[in-house]
Nanobody, 119 residues
Framework: QVQVVESGGGLVQPGGSLRLSCAAS????????MDWYRQAPGKERELVAA???????NYADSVKGRFTNSRDMGKNTVYLEMNSLKAEDTGVYYC?????????????WGQGTLVTVSS
């Protein structure tokens, strides 16, 4: 069983920054990707950052140039660095981890962390 936990959300003013963390744990042999999604109020969940482990991340057009990622795979953790935040970045941010574990392939979601951008 693989668990994914996000953290780092909160209230931030427009133009501010936040760093979200996504940590995967459990019986993990390897992780292929740890992607970030967000769901704004009243909207569908959307992909924000596709992060293939060992590869280059791809970002949604709406966040390009403002969001970046860093990784500590020794801890099975990916960070989403969010800068120049806008009100439209508000939402619940979810991490999705895919890879291989003791029981075969896994596709695990975290519970989400709320980001609110408001003055």
């Amino acid at each position: 069983q693989v668990q994914v936990v996000e953290s780092g959300g909160g209230l931030v003013q427009p133009g501010g920054s936040l760093r979200l963390s996504c940590a995967a744990s459990g019986s993990i042999f390897s992780i292929n990707a740890m992607d970030w999604y967000r769901q704004a109020p009243g909207k569908e969940r959307e992909l924000v950052a596709a992060i293939p482990i060992g590869g280059r991340a791809n970002y949604a057009d709406s966040v390009k140039g403002r969001f970046t990622n860093s990784r500590d795979m020794g801890k099975n953790t990916v960070y989403l660095e969010m800068n120049s935040l806008k009100a439209e970045d508000t939402g619940v941010y979810y991490c999705n981890a895919k890879g291989w574990g003791l029981r075969g392939g896994f596709d695990a979601w975290g519970q989400g962390t709320l980001v609110t951008v408001s003055s």
